[in-house]
């Protein structure tokens, strides 16, 4: 079962704040699923320095829903 | 939907801090000039005290903050490359400081060697601002409405400054040219082509993003900035020196698009997915009532003329549109920002592991609310100042307190970045604050 943090109710950098500490205790089979309605450049660069692989897909609403897991 | 951001490309975090930790201290500036100079600043628009208070706010305040904006903006946002921004800034950066202090000191003293001093030193430095940002954003495959708003905002301010050198030039050498005209044509394209056109362009990005509100209508977005542009061509066909009857609803049209964005912001802002109103918020929507007051006013006075024949009018638009709009924006705007700059910079420097202090540590809340209010009591006062020109020096000296008080915020939250940075730099294993 993904860990699921919705940051579209959440002003930045509340969603990264979140998203840096899930992943600091994401196991290494799980997925981290982030909601937001924008397309989050800060996170990607954090992502891809530190060795995580993602996908993202936007709903109809705008929710960019974005699927994180260590490489 | 929202726009990206993306901070690859952006520059040291000292490259707009230099401007943003400058800016409060003319507006302090301005305040003091109110307390020294008192009733006569209110009385005109053309008294050499109200030139020197309005290009302190104009050129002291706005264009420090907004060009320190427009140096982090364009490269995190707009995709665009600034060539060398540090070499840029510490160019820029001292020479519009002292190109203000020596416009100010020329209207103050009426030497024609310092307005001339100023005005090629404006020309100078602008110059290579507007060159070097313009051809980031030329270059920039990045489209859309606040590319579109911050290239002509570019416009705006280099045609600002061209208008802005030939008056003074004008008044140094004493021409026979229509100075009336050219200065409403000047202001024109200062408030609106400039910091109109790049508060709009920013707000496309700032406002969903951290008011949490949905994204501007993306049609009025992209048409605000090249309509705002035909106006403004048509207000400056006066620079011949006739203003015929008709521009006063070339005015007014140029108003009523400004008022339409802040009515738009109002509207974003009440549909906001998140009902706490914190102070950035409110600085914003204080910014935009006023914005929507100018235009009102504008209304009246076209209605009843002897109110605009009234010299104090052109003060009280003066201060609705200055500290009332873009102060305003501009301290919301701060607020939201350092802050924010702070911790991404912060993060970058620690690493996954751990995390940056709390955003609202870094400039306690407290603080930013009091200084604030201070704002607004001060905007009251100013706004009072035109019916009760007494009341000008109270409403000087809480102006200086205020812009003050935003000057003390932002320098300690640039003292608790650096202490942090400092930590991390030692290696310290606990970096709780």
Redesign the interface.
């Known amino acids: 079962m993904p860990r699921v943090i919705d940051g579209?109710?959440?002003?930045?950098?509340e969603p990264?704040?979140l998203a840096?500490?899930a992943?600091?205790t994401l196991p290494e089979d799980e997925e981290l699923v982030m909601l937001l309605?924008?397309?989050p450049?800060?996170l990607f660069?954090?992502l891809r320095?530190?060795g995580y692989v993602w996908t993202e897909a936007?709903q109809d609403d705008?929710t960019h829903e974005i699927r994180i897991r260590k490489a | 939907?929202?726009?990206?951001?993306?901070?690859?490309q952006a520059p040291p975090i000292s490259v707009p801090y230099r401007f943003f930790l400058t800016a409060p201290w003319f507006g302090v500036a301005a305040g003091l000039l109110l307390v020294w100079f008192g009733e006569v600043a209110v009385m005109s628009r053309w008294t050499s005290a109200t030139l020197a208070l309005t290009h302190l706010l104009a050129v002291g305040f706005m264009l420090q903050a907004m060009t320190g904006a427009v140096l982090q903006f364009v490269p995190v946002a707009a995709g665009g490359n600034v060539s060398r921004p540090t070499l840029v800034a510490n160019v820029v950066h001292p020479g519009l400081v002292l190109a203000a202090l020596l416009l100010v000191a020329g209207f103050l003293s009426s030497n024609a060697i310092l307005f001339r001093f100023a005005g090629t030193l404006f020309l100078l430095v602008v110059g290579l601002f507007v060159a070097v940002v313009g051809t980031a954003l030329l270059r920039t495959p990045a489209r859309g409405a606040t590319i579109m708003s911050l290239r002509l905002a570019l416009v705006g301010l280099a045609v600002t400054v061209l208008l802005g050198a030939t008056l003074v030039e004008a008044i140094a050498v004493r021409k026979p040219w229509p100075l009336v005209e050219f200065a409403n044509v000047h202001a024109a394209w200062g408030l609106g082509g400039w910091a109109l056109l790049l508060l709009a362009g920013v707000s496309y990005y700032v406002v969903?993003?951290?008011q949490?509100t949905p994204a501007y209508p993306v049609r009025f977005a992209r048409l605000l900035a090249p309509t705002l542009l035909v106006v403004l061509l048509v207000w400056s066909l006066q620079v011949g020196g006739s203003s015929p009857p008709w521009q006063r609803f070339v005015w007014l049209a140029g108003l009523t698009l400004a008022a339409v964005f802040a009515v738009t912001t109002l509207w974003l802002q009440h549909r906001r997915?998140?009902r706490v109103s914190d102070p950035t918020m409110l600085f914003f929507r204080g910014a935009m009532l006023c914005l929507l007051g100018v235009l009102i006013s504008a209304v009246v006075m076209t209605i009843f003329p002897s109110l605009a024949d009234e010299p104090r009018s052109a003060y009280w638009l003066g201060v609705l549109a200055l500290p009332g709009v873009f102060v305003s924006a501009i301290n919301g705007m701060l607020y939201k920002i350092v802050p924010?700059l702070n911790?991404?910079h912060l993060?970058r420097a620690m690493?996954?592991?751990m995390?940056p202090p709390n955003?609202k540590e870094m400039i306690p809340e407290r603080a930013v609310t009091v200084q604030m209010r201070l704002h607004f009591i001060a905007l009251g006062l100013l706004l009072a100042a035109a019916i009760w020109p007494e009341l000008v020096r109270v409403a000087g000296g809480v102006l200086a307190v205020s812009c003050g008080l935003l000057g003390w915020n932002l320098i300690g939250a640039v003292r608790f970045f650096r202490a942090f940075r400092d930590r991390i730099r030692a290696g310290e294993p606990n970096l709780a604050p």
């Not at chain 1, 579209?8 to 950098?13: A, M, Y």
């Not at chain 2, 939907?1 to 690859?8: K, V």
């Open positions: 579209r109710e959440l002003q930045p950098p990264l704040e840096l500490m992943l600091d309605y924008c397309h450049n800060p660069d954090i320095r530190n936007v705008g | 939907m929202h726009p990206d951001l993306s901070f690859e969903p993003m951290f949490l997915r998140r924010f911790w991404l993060q690493g996954l592991g995390l955003m």
